[in-house]
């Protein structure tokens, strides 16, 4: 199981499971979800992944990263070619 962490929102709440995140707007299905994923995290996890919107966003390949002893990449100025 990971932490829990809920925050509130204009119009309901933040809860970040791990490095997850789900907005809820009714405090009812809020603590119901949070219940179920405590009784079966496994599950849980699984049924929002499959169900995400932005399901692109879960497990996404790794960005580039710079590494200093390389070139440094190049960065578009926005003068010119």
Do not use: H
């Not at 009812?28 to 179920?36: F, P």
Request: net charge negative; glycine share 8%.
């Amino acid at each position: 199981m990971r932490d829990i962490i809920i925050r509130p929102l204009l119009n309901g709440w933040l809860v970040t499971v791990g490095c997850g995140k789900v907005a809820f707007v009714d405090i009812d299905t809020m603590t119901s979800e949070i219940k179920r994923y405590i009784q079966d995290p496994d599950l849980v996890e699984k049924d929002y992944t499959e169900t995400a919107v932005n399901k692109g966003l879960c497990g996404a390949p790794d960005l580039p990263t710079f590494d200093p002893e390389d070139t440094p990449p190049l960065v578009p100025t926005g003068r010119g070619t």
